[in-house]
């Protein structure tokens, strides 16, 4: 049965680490479907010199070299201006019907896309435990990291809820656990079909913009929770995390935040 395509342009939300470029490189399978990586951080990219994920330097990656000077040289210097025309400029020149970006954060910052037509919205969350994890493995601080997931888990929320019924809040752990399904579920949201090569995301090479090129991930299908918050947090941390994420019924409602640790002795 053919499915009727909803939306044009797709945005993740969601933490760092919360397992969206995994995602978008199952997406980016899709031939309809164009994943450029996190766009609204070109800039930052750019400036930095950060490599596209093929492993290249922008400029010299086929892809970026290809599309970059199709884009305002504007949004190249300051994501803030980018419209949502640009971005169905790159989605029509890769000849794709839906664009899928994992910018995250920075959706919030340019509210004018929220208020793009056929757009659609997709949460990605994921146990605050194993986000401020790889926050602290990073160099992070754990209350100033713990406010911060607070403040944009809120921001997330609300853009889910001012958006309905064209957004949908998935968790990463469920996504590991059964790929299929997620995908399957985030093919209908869209309305493109389902193909069994978006679960072999390392049978392609993807020009993600702004994402971490891991030698590991480039070429790999294989599928794993990534659950070391359990061992690298201690107790205290834990319970430090599940005391002020409780309140916050997406997650209460979906991860065990009572304290586990049996008292000593
Ligand atoms: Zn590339």
């Known amino acids: 049965m053919s499915q009727l395509q909803k939306y044009d342009l797709v945005f993740v939300l969601g933490h760092s680490h919360c397992g969206s470029t ?22 930052d990219a750019l400036d930095k010199n950060l490599p596209c994920s093929c492993g290249l330097a922008m400029n010299t990656c086929p892809f970026w070299a290809e599309h970059l000077p199709r884009l305002p040289p504007k949004i190249l210097k300051d994501y803030t201006q980018t419209r949502a025309a640009d971005l169905h400029t790159l989605r029509l020149a890769a000849n794709r019907k839906v664009l899928l970006d994992l910018s995250k954060s920075r959706f919030y910052r340019v509210p004018r896309l929220a208020r ?45 809820d001012d958006h309905q019924p064209d957004s949908m809040t998935l968790f990463y752990e469920d996504f590991v656990a059964q790929p299929e399904k997620t995908i399957r579920s985030i093919c209908t949201f869209i309305g493109l079909e389902f193909r069994p090569e978006l679960l072999q995301p390392g049978d392609q090479e993807h020009h993600f913009c702004h994402s971490s090129v891991s030698p590991y991930l480039k070429g790999k299908n294989e599928i794993r929770i990534d659950d070391r918050w359990r061992r690298e947090l201690s107790p205290d941390q834990i319970a430090l995390i599940n005391r002020k994420v409780r309140k916050i019924p997406l997650y209460a409602d979906r991860y065990d935040l009572n304290d586990s640790t049996m008292p000593a002795g």
């Not at 995602?23 to 899709?30: I, K, P, Q, S, V």
């Not at 194993?130 to 403040?151: C, F, M, N, T, V």
């Open 116 to 160: 793009t037509e056929r757009m659609g919205l997709i949460f990605l969350a994921r146990d605050p435990r194993a986000l401020l994890a790889s926050r602290l493995r990073e160099g992070g601080e754990l209350p100033h990291e713990i406010r911060k997931l607070r403040k944009w888990t809120g921001r997330f929320l609300d853009l889910i």
């Open 22 to 43: 995994l995602l978008g490189r199952m997406l980016n399978r899709h031939p309809d479907l164009l994943c450029p990586g996190e766009f609204l951080w070109i800039d």
